[in-house]
């Protein structure tokens, strides 16, 4: 495993920008695309990409609040992006819908079910001189392009607005001069942004690389007819990846839990079949360093290994099995194994096994271990006889685990 001091620099994640209200008080943040490495914009530009890219590095790449400081957080949405089933928190996310998209029966229905789930929708770059546009009656903000029209052209739209759709919270946006945001209070606008307000901040992290392959045949198994549970959660093994975008995922507001994540198929049976397929699309899209095949097989063999060993314990094997693909977390995000599971809602057993090896989870992860480095001598004899495994236990076990991964390999997919 790499050393913290080791680690990569950081790489850019989104920038993000604030908007205002009428007092001028922070009220939310917009979250601009950037290219990971800071470099120009990317020719041509792929809107759909960017939108998930952004989407996945805010809610499921670290700590959420860190990003949105409690405020919601927009988001632009291309006509692809906005044809699944969000698997967001609608209390975080306001979808901003692209002027430019066209209008349509599929496009309309989408929208309301996503008033109904409870998401506020803006109608972004607004600068038509009338208020006869489709969007219009299905959304709650619309983001005048405020460079485009005349003192009073601006004055006259945005009285139009009052008037036609007076629940519609109007933002004036591209603000560059005092005058600019003076025009748009005295007007009467309720939210502002701009450069003479705040420029976009670059946000900084380490990149979360998930396998693109992994992430195509667990969108193939989610579109089986009556797909079970069991078959997705089995998909999710092969990749630790997907179980960390997955936790993380759960850890917002919106899927409020009594007891903490013991299996990933408690997860998938939290977070419900549909939002999984969303959350695979959204990864799908997005630019994908793949890890070396080798690191995956080592990380599942190694879970394997830990739910043989607690053969005849369902329940401990599942959390045995957790242990196993996420202590191999460290290496394939190039972060400290700490900061990994401390950001996800882990069952505390799973977490101490991880990080210190207590406990009968962490001594069935220190036995793999030992086991697979030949340690034959060092094996937590004591540790592993008080929960009734014997060393003839242990051949067993490594033989049913070899089958184990054949199997997921084959059916589930590395």
């Not at 993000?16 to 990317?42: C, H, K, N, W």
């Not at 632009?76 to 349509?104: K, M, Q, R, W, Y």
């Not at 397929?277 to 799908?284: C, G």
């Amino acid at each position: 495993m790499p050393e913290a001091s080791e680690f990569p620099a950081t790489s850019v994640l989104f920038a993000r920008q604030p908007i205002f209200d009428a007092s001028l008080e922070i009220v939310a943040f917009e979250l601009l695309f950037r290219p990971t490495d800071g470099g120009p914009m990317p020719t041509p530009f792929d809107g759909s990409r960017a939108t998930s890219t952004v989407l996945l590095n805010a809610f499921t790449h670290g700590d959420l609040e860190t990003v949105s400081q409690g405020k919601p957080l927009y988001v632009n949405f291309t006509a692809e992006t906005l044809s699944d089933d969000l698997p967001f928190d609608p209390s975080h996310l306001i979808v901003e819908i692209l002027e430019d998209i066209p209008f349509g029966d599929a496009i309309r229905d989408q929208l309301k079910r996503l008033r109904q789930q409870g998401f506020t929708l803006a109608l972004d770059d607004y600068a038509e001189a009338d208020v006869d546009h489709p969007y219009l009656p299905l959304v709650d903000i619309v983001k005048l392009e405020y460079p485009h029209y005349c003192d009073e052209g601006f004055e006259h739209i945005v009285r139009q607005l009052r008037q036609h759709y007076p629940h519609i919270k109007i933002l004036a946006e591209k603000l560059e001069t005092e005058d600019d945001l003076s025009c748009c209070q005295q007007v009467g606008c309720d939210l502002f942004q701009g450069y003479f307000l705040a420029r976009p901040q670059v946000m900084h992290g380490a990149s979360v690389a998930t396998d693109r392959l992994a992430i195509l045949k667990l969108i193939a198994t989610l579109n089986k007819p009556k797909v079970s549970v069991r078959e997705i959660s089995t998909a999710m093994e092969c990749d630790p990846t997907l179980g960390l975008r997955l936790l993380r995922l759960i850890n917002t507001a919106k899927y409020q839990r009594r007891t903490n994540i013991t299996s990933l198929q408690q997860a998938v049976s939290l977070i419900g079949t549909q939002r999984i397929r969303s959350l695979a699309t959204l990864l799908a899209l997005t630019e994908m360093e793949d890890k070396p095949e080798s690191l995956q097989q080592l990380a599942l063999s190694r879970a394997c290994l830990c739910r043989e060993l607690a053969d005849g314990d369902p329940e401990l094997a599942e959390k045995a099995f957790i242990s196993g693909l996420f202590s191999y977390l460290e290496a394939f995000f190039n972060r400290p194994l700490k900061e990994l599971v401390e950001s996800l809602p882990l069952h505390p057993s799973i977490t101490e096994a991880l990080l210190s090896h207590a406990g009968p989870v962490g001594t069935l992860l220190e036995t793999a271990i030992r086991l697979e480095s030949g340690e034959w001598n060092v094996i937590p004899w004591a540790r592993l006889k008080k929960i009734g495994i014997q060393a003839a236990d242990l051949s067993k076990a490594n033989q049913r685990a070899i089958q184990a991964v054949r199997e997921l390999q084959t059916n589930g997919g590395l």
